[in-house]
C-alpha cells in the first residue's frame, strides 16, 4: 500500500511539474523571431522559475540523510573536478557543432548588475533542470520498477523538449548533452558535478551573447 502510494505521488508530482515547465513553451515566440534578454525579461524568468525550484527543492532534501544522498545530494568532492571540466568541454564542442540561430538571440545585459542577473539565472535553471530531470526522474522511474532503458531516454528526451523552442539545434544540442549528464548520474549519482557545469556554461553562454 505504502509503495503504491508513493508511486502515485511520483506521477501526480511528474505531471505537475512537468506541466509547470512546458506549458510556457507555447506562449514563446519562435525561433526565427530575434528572443530579447534584458535586465527586466532576466529577472522576470527568475521570479517565475523560483516557486518550481522550492518545490524541487523541497521535494529532494526532504527525509533522512541516506535518502538525500540517494537524490543526489553528496557533498562535493575533488573527485567531481575532473567530470565538471570534462562536461563543459564537451557542450563547448557542441555548442559549435549545433549553433544557435543566427540572430534569433538579442541580449543586452551589461555591467556588474547584468552579470550578477546571468547568474543567478544560471543557477536557477541548471538546479531546477538537474533536480527534475536527473534526481527526481530517474529515481522515481526507478523505484516505480520501470525498465533501465526507459529511465535512461524518457528524461533525455522531456529535457530535450524543454528546448524545442530553440528550433533542432537547441533540441539535438539538449539530447546529446542530455544523455551525457543521465548516464554519469545513473552511474555515479552525484548532482553537484552536473549543476556546476551546467550552471557555468549557460552562464558563459549568455555573457558571450551579450559581448558580441
Given at each position: 500500500m505504502k509503495g503504491m502510494i508513493e508511486r502515485n505521488s511520483?506521477?501526480?508530482?511528474?505531471?505537475?511539474?512537468?506541466a509547470a515547465l512546458l506549458i510556457p513553451l507555447f506562449f514563446r515566440q519562435p525561433v526565427e523571431n530575434t528572443i530579447s534578454l534584458d535586465n527586466r525579461t532576466v529577472s522576470i524568468s527568475i521570479v517565475k522559475s523560483?516557486?518550481?525550484?522550492?518545490?524541487?527543492?523541497?521535494?529532494?532534501?526532504?527525509g533522512t540523510t541516506e535518502n538525500r544522498e540517494h537524490r543526489g545530494w553528496k557533498r562535493p568532492a575533488a573527485v567531481d573536478i575532473p567530470f565538471i571540466i570534462l562536461f563543459l568541454?564537451?557542450?563547448t564542442i557542441l555548442s559549435f557543432i549545433?549553433?544557435?540561430a543566427d540572430g534569433s538571440y538579442s541580449v543586452s545585459i551589461h555591467g556588474v548588475k547584468g552579470i550578477l542577473l546571468i547568474c543567478i539565472f544560471a543557477l536557477v535553471t541548471a538546479l531546477s533542470e538537474e533536480l527534475f530531470f536527473r534526481s527526481w526522474l530517474i529515481n522515481g522511474m526507478k523505484s516505480a520498477g520501470w525498465p533501465g532503458w526507459l529511465v535512461f531516454s524518457?528524461?533525455?528526451l522531456f529535457f530535450a523538449s524543454l528546448h524545442i523552442w530553440q528550433g533542432w539545434n537547441g533540441f539535438l544540442f539538449a539530447a546529446i548533452s542530455g544523455s551525457l549528464y543521465t548516464l554519469y548520474f545513473m552511474r555515479r549519482g552525484r548532482l553537484f558535478p552536473l549543476f556546476f557545469s551546467h550552471a557555468i556554461h549557460n552562464a558563459l553562454?549568455?555573457?558571450?551573447?551579450?559581448?558580441?
Open positions: 511520483f506521477y501526480i508530482i511528474t505531471l505537475l511539474i512537468t523560483l516557486p518550481i525550484l522550492l518545490i524541487l527543492l523541497f521535494i529532494s532534501l526532504h568541454t564537451f557542450t549545433f549553433p544557435a524518457l528524461p533525455v553562454a549568455l555573457i558571450l551573447m551579450s559581448v558580441r
